[in-house]
C-alpha cells in the first residue's frame, strides 16, 4: 500500500489524482486539502481546508506527496517533501520556479507537469545528452497579432485548446508564461543550463517533450492531452500501472512544429532572461505573474498588461540569492508589491 497525501484536492490535477488514487488498489488516501473549497466529497481521513500545509505533512507521515496546490502557497509543502526525502509527485511547478536551488537537485522529486515527466522517462538512464525540448500548444491566442491581443477577455484566454485546466496555468499557457515557468522547472528539475533547452509549438499537444542527443538522436514522449497519464506514472513510479486512457491511434496523427512567437508572447523571453539572472529572479518573476494574472482574471488589468507589470517588477527587483525560506518568502513578497505598484490605478 502507497498512502499518498493530496494537496489541492478540489483542483483539476486534485480531482483527476482522486479518480487515479481510487482506480488503483495498492493506493491509499492519507491526507487532502484544499485552500479553501470544502473537502466533504473526498474520502480521507486527514483533511484540511487552509492551514499549515507541512503540519498536515508532518501528521500524515505519507509516502508519496502529490503536490497540486496553485501558486507560491504549495512552497511549504514543497520544501517539508524534499527536506524530509519523502517522494514528491509535483505539479506544483511555482514552488520548484520560485524555490529555485532551494529545492531543486533535493529530494525525490517526480515531475507531474506533463512535459517534464515525458522528460524525466526520456532521461531515465540515458547518457550524452544534448539538450531538451519542451514542446507548448501554444495556447489559445496562438497566431493572433498583439493588435489582436489588446482587448482579449479572461473568458477568452480560459478557452484552451488541448488541455482543461484551472484558471491560472490556463491564463498562463495564452500568455506563454506557462512555458517560462516550465523553462526553469526543467533547468531546476534537469539541471541543464538554459541554452540547452529550446522550446518549440506543437498545437495538438500529442508530442509531450524530446530529449536531443549528441549522436544525433533524439527521444521524445508522445501520448493523447490526458493529465491522468502523468499523474499515474508519478504516484505509481516506478512501476507504471495501467490506466484506462487509450494509446494513440497514430494513422489518425499528423504532427506539425513550429516556432513560438516570442514577439507577441513577450512572457516566454522574460522567463528565460530571470532564468538566467538566476538567485531570486525567477521567484520574481513568478511572484509578479501570480499578481498580474489575478488582475486580468478581474477584469482590472488588459491581457497585454499582464507582460508589462511582470517586466517592470522584474526591472524593479532585488533578485539577490534566497539563503533560506525567510528570504524567499521576503523576495516573493516584495515583487508581489512592485507588480502591484504597477497596476492600473482602478
Ligand atoms: P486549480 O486552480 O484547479 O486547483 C488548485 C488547488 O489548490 C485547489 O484545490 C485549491 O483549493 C488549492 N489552493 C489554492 N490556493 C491555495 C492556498 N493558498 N493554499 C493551499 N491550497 C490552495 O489548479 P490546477 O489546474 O489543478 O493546477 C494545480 C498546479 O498544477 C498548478 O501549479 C499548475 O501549474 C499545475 N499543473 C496543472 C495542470 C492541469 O492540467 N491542471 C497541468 C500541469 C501543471
Ligand atoms: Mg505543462
Not at 190 to 198: C, N, T
Request: proline share 6%.
Amino acid at each position: 500500500m502507497k498512502r499518498v497525501a493530496l494537496l489541492g484536492a478540489t483542483g483539476s490535477i486534485g480531482r483527476q489524482a482522486i479518480e487515479i488514487i481510487e482506480a488503483h488498489p495498492e493506493l491509499e488516501l492519507c491526507a487532502a486539502s484544499s485552500g479553501s473549497t470544502p473537502l466533504d466529497d473526498v474520502d480521507a481521513p486527514l483533511k484540511q481546508v487552509g492551514g499549515d500545509l507541512a503540519e498536515l505533512l508532518e501528521r500524515a507521515d505519507p509516502d508519496v506527496v502529490l503536490n497540486a496546490v496553485v501558486g507560491f502557497a504549495g512552497i511549504h509543502a514543497t520544501l517539508w517533501a524534499v527536506e524530509n526525502d519523502v517522494p514528491l509527485a509535483l505539479a506544483n511547478k511555482e514552488s520548484l520556479v520560485a524555490g529555485g536551488e532551494l529545492v531543486g537537485g533535493r529530494g525525490r522529486i517526480i515531475p507531474v507537469d506533463s512535459e517534464h515527466s515525458a522528460l524525466f522517462q526520456c532521461l531515465e538512464g540515458k547518457t550524452g545528452i544534448q539538450g531538451l525540448v519542451l514542446t507548448g500548444s501554444g495556447g489559445p491566442f496562438r497566431g493572433r497579432t498583439r493588435d489582436e491581443l489588446a482587448s482579449v477577455t479572461p473568458e477568452e484566454a480560459l478557452a484552451h485548446p488541448t488541455w482543461r485546466m484551472g484558471p491560472k496555468i490556463t491564463v498562463d499557457s495564452a500568455t506563454l508564461a506557462n512555458k517560462g515557468l516550465e523553462l526553469i522547472e526543467a533547468h531546476f528539475l534537469f539541471g541543464l543550463p538554459y541554452d540547452s533547452i529550446e522550446v518549440v509549438i506543437q498545437p495538438t499537444s500529442i508530442v509531450h517533450s524530446l530529449v536531443r542527443f549528441r549522436d544525433g538522436a533524439a527521444i521524445a514522449h508522445i501520448g493523447y492531452p490526458d493529465m491522468r497519464v502523468p499523474i499515474s506514472y508519478a504516484l505509481t513510479y516506478p512501476e507504471r500501472a495501467p490506466t484506462e486512457i487509450p494509446g494513440l491511434d497514430l494513422t489518425a496523427l499528423t504532427l506539425q512544429f513550429e516556432a513560438p512567437d516570442v514577439e507577441t508572447f513577450p512572457m516566454l523571453e522574460l522567463a528565460r532572461r530571470a532564468g538566467e539572472a538566476g538567485g531570486t529572479a525567477p521567484c520574481a518573476f513568478n511572484a509578479a505573474n501570480e499578481v498580474a494574472v489575478a488582475a486580468f482574471l478581474e477584469g482590472r488589468l488588459p491581457f497585454l498588461g499582464i507582460a508589462d507589470v511582470v517586466a517592470d517588477a522584474l526591472d524593479r527587483a532585488d533578485t539577490a540569492a534566497a539563503r533560506d525560506l525567510d528570504d524567499l518568502l521576503e523576495a516573493d513578497r516584495r515583487a508581489r508589491d512592485l507588480a502591484e505598484q504597477g497596476l492600473p490605478v482602478a
